[in-house]
């Protein structure tokens, strides 16, 4: 699931919620919402998440990462 994913390797990086939101330009609280599961990224933020953790879309949005 996303948001435990994503949160996961948030804290593996030492990042702050607010802080993930400053990264990627996203109004402030977004973070907070994927992580209690109300809304996910679109596809090509996605991307650009896979990407600063070094993992795959897939990873991100699968029950079981990769």
Not at 4 to 18: D, I, P, V, Y
Not at 29 to 40: A, K, L, P, R, Y
């Amino acid at each position: 699931m996303f948001a435990n994913r994503f949160k996961e390797l948030r804290e593996s990086k030492g990042m702050t919620q607010a802080a993930m939101d400053e990264y990627f330009g996203l109004m402030r609280g977004t973070v907070s919402n994927w992580e209690n599961g109300f809304t996910i990224p679109e596809e090509e933020l996605l991307e650009d998440i896979a990407a600063y953790f070094g993992v795959k879309v897939s990873s991100l949005t699968a029950e079981q990462p990769e």
